[in-house]
């Protein structure tokens, strides 16, 4: 069935450095791709997203990647703060509205 | 409302009594998402609700599972005879439009059968 997949369950990062967490999904079709990122018991927020017509899209601190070729697409945080501490999932959206959330990454940041 | 609002925030319950849980959205918004997310585990999509359209069901895992969305805004998600697999975050989301647009979730209900 369709899936999204996260390379990496957990990712351990020094503060200051910058993190890449990576996302794999399996329908060519996708063409729509949020980063959501979802503290300890709290809701997934929003952080970026791309549409399959880009390859690259950046924000405050974080850049998005995509790469239809491969079906990858990358979220890179730059300057890694303690703040980030989450886990980060990625979403696939095919043509429409049901979206495909990977099982996401736990990012911890070591001050 | 400012953002999106589940409730209860925490429910515990017996295995075979029934659970509803609230979702409030965000004033405007069209489109209203149910997930569940397990332990440690991704976002499951459960159902959709589009305007007045007829709502997609598909994720709905059995029968035990219903939803409704009265007046186009605050929705109900009612779990019957509850199992202790169906121990989850219940997660309600919101988005403007439906597709293509940015869902903005709940706080979630954190829902534990025992």
């Given at each position: 069935g ?12 020094q503060?200051?450095d910058?993190?890449i ?7 060519s079709?996708s063409?729509y ?9 709290k809701?997934?927020q929003?952080?970026i ?5 880009m ?13 239809k ?14 703040g980030?501490?989450?886990v980060?999932f ?11 959330f990977?099982?996401?990454t ?6 | 409302?400012?953002?999106?609002s589940?409730?209860?925030?925490n429910k ?7 659970v509803?849980?609230?979702?409030d959205?965000?004033s ?14 991704g ?7 589009q ?6 069901k ?9 939803a ?18 169906d121990?989850?975050?219940y ?6 439009l ?5 869902i ?6 954190w829902?534990?059968?025992?």
């Amino acid at each position: 069935g369709e899936s999204v997949g996260l390379h990496l369950p957990t990712l351990s990062v020094q503060e200051g450095d910058n993190s890449i967490i990576n996302c794999a999904y399996s329908n060519s079709a996708s063409d729509y791709f949020i980063w959501y990122k979802q503290e300890s018991g709290k809701g997934p927020q929003f952080i970026i997203d791309i549409r399959s017509n880009m390859d690259k899209r950046q924000g405050q601190r974080v850049t998005v990647l995509l790469n239809k070729t491969v079906k990858h697409l990358s979220l890179q945080i730059a300057a890694t703060q303690p703040g980030d501490s989450a886990v980060y999932f990625c979403a696939a959206l095919t043509g429409g509205f049901k979206t495909i959330f990977g099982a996401g990454t736990r990012l911890f940041v070591k001050a | 409302g400012a953002g999106v609002s589940q409730s209860p925030s925490n429910k515990v319950t017996e295995k075979g009594k029934d659970v509803e849980l609230r979702c409030d959205p965000i004033s405007g918004h069209t489109a209203l998402y149910w997930y569940r997310q397990s332990l440690g585990q991704g976002l499951e999509f459960l159902i959709y609700f589009q305007g007045n359209s007829a709502p997609d069901k598909s994720g709905l895992p059995s029968d035990r599972f219903s939803a409704e969305r009265t007046g186009g805004s605050v929705s109900t998600l009612t779990i019957q005879r509850t199992q202790q697999e169906d121990s989850a975050v219940y997660l309600c989301a919101s988005s403007l439009l439906g597709a293509g647009n940015t869902i903005y979730f709940g706080e979630g209900s954190w829902l534990t059968v025992v």
